[in-house]
């Protein structure tokens, strides 16, 4: 048998049924006199099968309609974020206090219910707090590190904790139901340390104070430059809250302060009073003082008079009409000049010697002891710029400025000596306390021996 003819199919067998496609249709065979029973009719699609006379045509269905076109549906709304959690080995982890360890508030509530100034805390070191000028340490476990950040997390933002951790130091402040809280966290060789000093919400009057009364004078100033200064803890701010507080209650002024930070709140009354702080509401004590000078002042408070820049604003704020109150770390009235005419050049410090005697009011050096009854008062070193001491600071003869504060009690001029001397006059504090507190001990000790 050739190769190329089909090989012969057995009796019974079907041929191979095509795939079926588009183009074709297999029908089931019937028997028809043309085709033998044992095949299948391959019908193309036009063609169709006869159908019964007694049957009426049956037509195939029409296509269905394309469908109509997809609409896009807007989004769902976005889920509520989940509180941020703290799990996994590598998530970020809220430290917990070792046992033992008070809460920050229990330790702050502390200090404001038996009248600390400050709380001391670092990580190495028994916690401790300020008791009127002594350091009084506590039965509390030694601080650790966990116990540190978990008081950190307390009173801080996490950013406000990062920024420590990436500069090393930081200042802020905080506040409590019973008192407002000025924070300032530093490293150290032990580790991180913490520092609180807590500032009551009710400012003291100055009679409560007992300042004397040439404060209200100086408050009542209409522009110029008054300086309140003295060494850290010597109660500057308490006492430039209570001429600010004075202002308040007796003129209709608007009063900008700019502080790092914000201590002393003061409510709104007769006057109009804006708080800014450095870091948060401004950048730079420069920049927040030539700005305020746009904002229709008429008494800007600032915290701090840290630098050259500073002092130059704060000068032309105080020629142009305005009231400045600024504060220094120095300890007496005569050395606060000395100290801002060193912020200048040689060449520079004789026209600031007329600046500064053109636009001062007054410089008050304040500083606190301890007193009989366990309390603490002030006393001053107080020099007011009258026309005398004007020309005594453009000629820089302070041999002289310092004779004119022991003669002018009666512009109210006075020396710490002098303040000290009325101190113990009054019984208010020790012969010892007097000697120890006094610039010049031994001009102390002849006074005490009415030897002058």
């Known amino acids: 048998m050739s190769d190329s003819m089909p090989p012969n199919r057995s009796a019974g067998s079907r041929p191979p049924v095509p795939p079926a496609s588009e183009a074709t249709q297999i029908i089931s065979a019937r028997p028809q006199p043309a085709v033998s029973a044992d095949e ?12 019964p006379t007694a049957q009426p045509q049956q037509r195939r269905p029409a296509s269905p309609p394309p469908p109509p076109p997809l609409q896009r549906m807007p989004p769902p709304p976005p889920l509520p974020t989940p509180p941020r959690q703290y799990l996994g080995a590598n998530a970020e982890r809220i430290p917990q206090r070792g046992p033992g360890q008070p809460s920050l508030k229990e330790l702050v509530t502390r200090a404001h219910k038996e009248g600390f100034s400050d709380v001391h805390l670092g990580v190495g070191e028994v916690p401790r707090y300020r008791d009127r000028g002594e ?4 039965e509390y476990p030694v601080t650790d590190q966990d116990t540190f950040y978990a008081w950190l997390h307390e009173v801080l933002k996490p950013q406000e904790i990062q920024r420590f951790k990436d500069s090393l130091d930081f200042d802020g402040a905080t506040q409590y139901e019973f008192a407002r809280v000025r924070i300032n966290i530093f490293d150290s060789l032990n580790g991180p340390s913490l520092v609180l000093r807590l500032i009551p919400l009710k400012i003291l009057t100055m009679e409560q104070l007992r300042l004397p009364p040439i404060f209200k004078n100086i408050s009542d100033a209409e522009k110029g430059l008054v300086l309140v200064t003295g060494p850290t803890g010597s109660g500057k701010s308490t006492t430039m809250a209570a001429m600010v507080d004075y ?36 950048l730079k004590f420069d920049n927040a003082l030539k700005a305020a000078l746009r904002e229709d002042p008429d008494i800007i408070l600032v915290g701090e008079m840290r630098d050259k820049e500073t002092v130059n604003t704060a000068l032309k704020a105080a020629q142009t009409g305005h009231l400045v109150m600024g504060t220094l770390h120095t300890n007496s009235a005569i050395k606060t000049i000395e100290r801002i005419l060193n912020l200048y050049s040689a060449d520079e ?4 010697k007329v600046a500064i005697a053109e636009s001062l009011v007054s410089v008050i050096a304040q500083g606190l002891c301890r007193t009989t009854d366990g309390k603490r008062a002030a006393y001053h070193d107080i020099l007011v710029n009258t026309e005398t001491m004007k020309d005594y600071i453009v000629s820089g003869q302070y041999d002289k400025m310092l004779e004119l504060m022991q003669n002018g009690e009666f512009d109210g001029m006075v020396t710490m000596n002098q303040s000290l001397f009325n101190l113990y006059q009054e019984g208010r504090i020790t012969e010892e306390i007097a000697l120890e507190k006094s610039p010049t001990p031994n001009e102390m000790a002849m006074m005490l021996r009415g030897r002058i």
């Open 40 to 51: 299948t009719q391959i019908v193309m699609p036009q063609q169709r099968r006869p159908q």
């Open 135 to 138: 350091m009084v340490i506590t």
């Open 247 to 282: 202002i308040n209650k007796t003129h209709p002024k608007n009063i900008i302060t700019i502080e790092d930070p914000i201590e002393f709140v003061h409510q709104s009354r007769k006057s109009l009073i804006k708080h800014r702080e450095v870091g948060m509401h401004t």
């Open 349 to 352: 410090q004789n026209a600031m």
